[in-house]
């Protein structure tokens, strides 16, 4: 089998924040890496036009994309900057929207396939659990909000 057809594994990920300028390019934010990452869907709802004398069927048009919520779990990062972004938003304060890239892994830690999100808003933010006889990660959960999936080229 060429490098192509391998199965790609999943449990191999790492994301990245960053905020988009206006002509200065992305300035790297933060970044951590997670056990779990869900919510990486987009659906479209067709609209429906049934024309008047077409008896066989309606026709399919396609209609608004929406995005799903994607759900950070058990994670870690070197820096406060995902809790400070959190609680700027939710406390009113003007807050950037940050583009999040999720970079998947071979084996190697080769970067395999990067998705990207876009204007990215946490909506939730959950602190592990303080027990001193456990053994969880300092970020149990980040929410995030976005208005746009893609997949990027080259893995970067």
């Known amino acids: 089998m060429s490098d192509g057809s391998l199965p790609m594994h999943v449990f191999r990920f790492e994301v990245s924040f ?4 206006g002509g200065s390019g992305a300035v790297d934010v933060c970044s ?3 056990s779990e990452c869900s919510g990486l869907e987009a ?5 429906v036009i049934k024309a ?7 026709t399919q048009r396609p209609g608004q994309v929406s995005f799903a919520t994607v759900v950070l779990k058990r994670g870690m990062t070197r820096t406060r900057d995902l809790f400070r972004w959190f609680q700027m938003v939710a406390g009113g304060a003007y807050a950037y929207r940050l583009a999040a890239e999720i970079a998947v ?4 830690g080769r970067t395999v396939l990067t998705w990207g999100l876009d204007r990215c808003l946490p909506v939730k933010f959950k602190a592990a659990d303080l027990n001193a006889k456990g053994a969880e990660i300092g ?10 999936l893609r997949l990027l080229d080259g893995g970067a």
Do not use: C, W
């Not at 659906?43 to 609209?47: G, I, L, R, V």
């Not at 004398?53 to 309606?58: I, P, S, T």
């Not at 892994?105 to 190697?108: I, M, P």
């Open 139 to 148: 970020i149990e959960e980040l929410h995030l909000a976005h208005e746009g």
């Open 32 to 34: 951590g890496s997670f």
């Open 43 to 47: 659906t479209m709802e067709p609209k």
């Open 18 to 21: 960053k905020r988009v300028g």
């Open 52 to 58: 008047g004398g077409a008896n066989y069927g309606a």
């Open 105 to 108: 892994q071979d084996g190697q």
